[in-house]
Every structure is written in structure tokens, then in C-alpha cells.
């Protein structure tokens, strides 16, 4: 039934690999639960059994969205389970799960972004092309808040250095357009001119960005990339290539954007999901009247 459910993310969603295999990591642990309480059947699985399940993952310390993100694999197979006749009943149709936290990875204040932009423009002076193509991929990160694997699925012709705008592939396949300003054009413009072509290779194809062997760059040499920065920026949060998504989105709203439009920059689905930035800008205003107000 797993090997099913996972066909149906794949194929009828459009799930990437990476939520199916979070999907069935989940779905195998409460298999795991099920059969240490001897419940060997589906069809067996009561709502009590998904109670005890989770409490007992916040006993033992998971965090909330943990919690809550197990809760939902499983009510997505057994809704789809007996919406497709596998099972007679959903046991799942009352379950109640933690709500996420509502807090985010270390966002950067925006001098901070800034200088982190500059010293990768300094670094990129040497024309090295891994320096400059670090450069084009900051900037175009932080401009855009397109998330990580969506920068690197770029290709060549998804990017329009004229209007300024990238054509990415979301989640669940859905495409979007971003733009991005002149700083970012800058140094994608310099890349492709200086860098790229020192590094392409029969094996390249399409790629946007490449690593030092000319195959497509892949997340990690994000990381390093953004990491090998960060560290010569005294007092900035552990961060992230997401947490440039953050900071963008945090920027945006404290210089004016409204909602919907940091929404729709962000792919968010939901709504709820982009309110966690105000939630955020809310915070780090309270914070800074705090300190700096006489009767705070």
C-alpha cells in the first residue's frame, strides 16, 4: 500500500522525491509504533492509536513541527486510502496535531544583507569563476527569495536579464515568474560572460550554474559558498541559503510590499504560510522599542 501511496504523490500530485521519501519515512515509523501495540492491519488503526503515536513523539522530545508534519503524512495516506477504497474508514479524520512554530531560522537585517552582498562583489574582483558565480547565485537569492533548488534547477534560458525576471520551478511542478534588480543582472551578467564559460563542459548542458567540474551546482556548494562568507560577518545569525529567502521576504514587508505580493514572489501555497513574516517583523520592531525607548 506504501509503495501505491507513493505512485499516487508522484504521479497525481506531483510530489518531488525529496516529500515522498519524507512521506514514507513518516508513514514507516507509525508502521513501527503500529506493530509494537501488535496492530498489524490498516484496516485495524483506530484514532487512539495516532493519539498515542504523536503524544509519544512529543515525550520523547520531537519539536512541534515534527510533530505536526507526521500527523499530516498520516492523514494524507488514510484520507487517500479510503477515498480509494483500500480501507473502509479514515481513523485519521479527528486527529489533531500541534500547530507549527511560528518562528524562523536567523534572517539578516538588511545592512547586514548588504554587506554580505559587497564582500562577495569584492571577493568576485579576482574573476575567479567560482567567485564570481557565488556572486550571481547571493544575489540572485536574495533578490528573488526563490528557494535553493529552484536556483539551481535553473537553466540558461529561464533567466531574462532585459525585464529582469527568472522563470522557476516550485513545488508540486508549479511554475512561476520572479524578478530580480540590477545588482543581481550585475553579477549573473558577469558570470555568464567571465565565468561560466571557463567552466562548461560536454556534461554542462543547459545549467545556469555549474560547479568546478561543469556539472550542474548542486545545494551544498550553496551552503559552503554562503557559509564561507557569512564567516567574515561579525555577529550574523547561523544561516542558510532558505534563510535568504527569509531575509527577503522580511525585507519586503518592512519596506512597505503587502502580503499577497511577498505571497506570490515566494510561491507560498497558503497565505497563512507568508503571515509568518509579519509575525517576524512584528517581533524585531517590539525588540528594538525595547531597547531603545526610555518607558518601554
Given at each position: 500500500?506504501?509503495?501505491?501511496?507513493?505512485?499516487?504523490?508522484?504521479?497525481?500530485?506531483?510530489?518531488?522525491?525529496?516529500?515522498?521519501r519524507a512521506y514514507l519515512a513518516d508513514l514507516r515509523a507509525l508502521d513501527t509504533f503500529l506493530a509494537r501495540r501488535e496492530v498489524s492491519d490498516p484496516a485495524a488503526v483506530r484514532l487512539g492509536d495516532l493519539?498515542?503515536?504523536?503524544?509519544?513523539?512529543?515525550?520523547?522530545?520531537?519539536?512541534?513541527?515534527?510533530v505536526s508534519r507526521?500527523?499530516?503524512?498520516?492523514?494524507t495516506f488514510f484520507r487517500w486510502a479510503q477515498r480509494t477504497g483500500r480501507l473502509p474508514a479514515d481513523p485519521s479524520l479527528r486527529l489533531l496535531a500541534p500547530g507549527k512554530?511560528?518562528?524562523?531560522?536567523g534572517v539578516l537585517r538588511a545592512p547586514q544583507a548588504a554587506a554580505l552582498m559587497d564582500l562577495a562583489a569584492v571577493a568576485a574582483d579576482d574573476e575567479d569563476p567560482l567567485h564570481l558565480r557565488n556572486r550571481a547565485m547571493l544575489e540572485l537569492l536574495y533578490a528573488s527569495g526563490m528557494r535553493v533548488g529552484e536556483l539551481t534547477g535553473l537553466d540558461m534560458d529561464d533567466l531574462d536579464l532585459g525585464t529582469g525576471t527568472a522563470r522557476v520551478l516550485g513545488?508540486?511542478?508549479k511554475e512561476?515568474?520572479?524578478?530580480?534588480?540590477a545588482p543581481a543582472a550585475e553579477a549573473t551578467t558577469a558570470w555568464l560572460?567571465?565565468?561560466?564559460?571557463?567552466?562548461?563542459?560536454a556534461e554542462s548542458g543547459p545549467a545556469?550554474?555549474?560547479?568546478?567540474?561543469?556539472?550542474?551546482?548542486?545545494?551544498?556548494?550553496?551552503?559552503?559558498?554562503?557559509?564561507?562568507?557569512?564567516?567574515h560577518l561579525p555577529d550574523t545569525p547561523p544561516l542558510g541559503p532558505h534563510g535568504l529567502r527569509h531575509s527577503a521576504a522580511t525585507h519586503l514587508l518592512e519596506g512597505g510590499a503587502d502580503l499577497r505580493t511577498v505571497q506570490e514572489l515566494l510561491g507560498h501555497a497558503s497565505l497563512a504560510t507568508t503571515q509568518i513574516y509579519t509575525h517576524v517583523s512584528v517581533e524585531r520592531l517590539r525588540s528594538a522599542y525595547q531597547q531603545a525607548h526610555p518607558r518601554a
Open positions: 500500500m506504501l509503495a501505491e501511496f507513493a505512485q499516487h504523490l508522484e504521479i497525481e500530485k506531483g510530489r518531488s522525491s525529496h516529500t515522498v493519539r498515542a503515536w504523536l503524544a509519544g513523539l512529543g515525550t520523547a522530545g520531537a519539536a512541534r513541527s515534527s507526521r500527523a499530516a503524512s498520516a492523514k512554530d511560528a518562528h524562523l531560522p513545488k508540486g511542478d512561476r515568474v520572479v524578478p530580480f534588480g560572460d567571465a565565468g561560466r564559460p571557463r567552466l562548461v563542459t545556469l550554474f555549474l560547479g568546478r567540474r561543469g556539472r550542474r551546482v548542486d545545494q551544498r556548494q550553496v551552503r559552503s559558498s554562503l557559509q564561507g562568507l557569512l564567516a
